[in-house]
């Protein structure tokens, strides 16, 4: 029997909610075949089997959030998982607890004289209803219940499209954007005063047109709390300071150029200005190693490996993964390495190992046409990388004006560990990299 467990996928994250169960208990799952969908502020994404059997146990139900390394399901390896491939039935409010067939201390029944029970009884008021016509159909997520609690959701009037009728996530919501129109229950119409003179009433004004809602309700979605929860971690944790420098990026605009087209044509991918920044901030690490470091309390833990994280956008968030040992790599393997990262990040696709270890992280705002940010570090590394758009810009070079590829590159740095002179000596080394990039620098 092989335990299943919630994973890690950051080294900062504690938790993660089980959002979906794509095998049912009974079930056979290959080895590394999706098991079921997890969400955390690292990532949104499937979780493979660690093992081939029967899906014997779940433990946690969909909607649910709990601690990591919690056993959240239970595989048959040797596939004999069928007599607890049935889930065991929640306990509902009011219920009698069963024994176990087969256990050795059979209780007695209720003895059959006690039909007094059975006498017809008055209805009870309308005030005292039971639990939301929806409970019986599956156990409430603490996820739905919370949602229903923030925004005063009576559950049995939403409609559950979860297995077995189950109240989900996206049930609540679509409960709440039709709510607006139907918020108030009918009422019978206010008795009117007779007039006294009807001859003389003035005709009834024109309805005024329904005002459309001022604003619109919408919970956050686990993997933005969760983001949000360690963005305001982060900025409580470290003293952010941000340096930033202008870089020439004309060496690197060149070789970049006569190299796109057949790099596109022998690899199926673009060259981009990404991969370059990534290899000279390799070089500086080497060189400035307590940029790649972090802190523990009273202790500086020291790196050996340089592991980069690059910033991923997503649809409704973001994410980190990681090139491991990026200062080995050149060029093609840095290029190469983005874009699988990036790809299997959008797609869902990245493996839990893939978003921790890493030591040092870079956003790429320039994308999207942004000259310059002051990004937030990613805790517990010490320092973050912020690229800018490259742009075509007239500067003064020897008293003469001429047209250069610049780029603004911002560090952000925990003053905590590191001083501004340090950061701006970082910053310095990966300038002088990429302004005298040639083809022996990838």
């Known amino acids: 029997m092989t335990d299943v467990v919630m994973p890690q996928m950051g080294e900062s994250i504690v938790e993660g909610t089980l959002t979906k169960w794509l095998?049912?208990?009974?079930?056979?799952?290959?080895?590394?075949?999706?098991l079921f969908e997890i969400s955390t502020d690292k990532v949104d994404t499937e979780i493979p089997s660690p093992a081939a059997g029967t899906l014997s146990e779940v433990m946690v139900e969909e909607g649910k959030t709990v601690g990591i390394n919690t056993v959240v399901a239970r595989i048959d390896e040797n596939g004999a998982g069928a007599a607890a491939a049935q889930p065991v039935a929640a306990v509902q409010p009011g219920a009698a607890p069963q024994s176990p067939v087969g256990a050795g201390h059979a209780r007695p029944e209720p003895a059959a004289a006690t039909p007094v029970a059975e006498a017809p009884a008055p209805a009870p008021p309308p005030v005292?209803?039971?639990?939301?016509?929806?409970?019986?159909?599956?156990?409430?997520?603490?996820?739905?219940?919370?949602?229903?609690?923030?925004?005063?959701?009576?559950?049995?009037r939403v409609k559950g499209t979860g297995a077995g009728g189950r109240?989900?996530?996206?049930?609540?919501?679509?409960?709440?954007?039709?709510?607006?129109?139907?918020?108030?229950?009918?009422?019978?119409?206010?008795?009117?005063?007779?007039?006294?003179?009807?001859?003389?009433?003035?005709?009834?004004?024109?309805?005024?047109?329904?005002?459309?809602?001022?604003?619109?309700?919408?919970?956050?979605?686990?993997?933005?709390s969760k983001i949000a929860e360690h963005m305001v971690l982060?900025?409580?944790?470290?003293?952010?300071?941000?340096?930033?420098?202008?870089?020439d990026m004309t060496a690197v605009a060149h070789m970049r150029a006569r190299n796109k087209a057949a790099f596109q044509a022998n690899y199926g991918f673009s060259l981009t200005y990404l991969p370059f920044v990534t290899r000279a901030a390799a070089v500086a690490l080497r060189q400035f190693p307590l940029l790649n470091a972090s802190l523990d309390g009273n202790n500086i833990l020291y790196h050996n490996e340089?592991?980069?994280?690059?910033?991923?956008?997503?649809?409704?968030?973001?994410?980190?993964?990681?090139?491991?040992?990026?200062?080995?790599?050149?060029?093609?393997?840095?290029?190469?390495?983005?874009?699988?990262?990036?790809?299997?990040?959008?797609?869902?696709q990245l493996k839990p190992d893939e978003v921790l270890g890493g030591t040092f992280s870079i956003t790429n705002f320039g994308s999207f046409g942004s000259l310059v940010g002051t990004p937030i570090i990613n805790q517990p590394q010490v320092a973050i990388l912020g690229v800018g758009t490259v742009d075509k810009t007239p500067v003064v070079i020897d008293d003469g004006i001429a047209i250069r590829s610049i780029c603004h590159l911002s560090l952000s740095f925990d003053h905590r560990l590191i001083d501004g002179a340090l950061a701006d000596q970082f910053m310095s080394k990966l300038k002088q990299v990429l302004e005298g990039w040639t083809e022996e620098t990838q």
């Open 23 to 34: 095998k049912k208990p009974g079930e056979h799952v290959e080895r590394d075949e999706p």
């Open 234 to 247: 982060s900025k409580r944790t470290s003293a952010h300071v941000t340096t930033i420098h202008r870089v």
């Open 128 to 156: 005292e209803e039971p639990a939301p016509a929806a409970e019986p159909a599956g156990p409430l997520s603490p996820l739905v219940r919370r949602l229903a609690r923030e925004n005063n959701i009576d559950l049995s």
């Open 306 to 348: 340089i592991n980069i994280g690059i910033a991923v956008a997503l649809e409704n968030g973001l994410i980190v993964p990681v090139i491991r040992g990026a200062d080995e790599k050149n060029v093609l393997g840095l290029q190469r390495a983005v874009v699988d990262l990036a790809a299997r990040a959008r797609s869902r």
């Open 167 to 224: 109240i989900t996530k996206q049930d609540v919501e679509s409960y709440l954007a039709a709510r607006p129109a139907a918020t108030e229950p009918a009422r019978p119409p206010a008795p009117q005063p007779t007039p006294v003179e009807p001859a003389a009433a003035l005709p009834p004004a024109p309805l005024a047109p329904t005002a459309p809602a001022k604003t619109r309700v919408e919970p956050l979605s686990t993997m933005r």
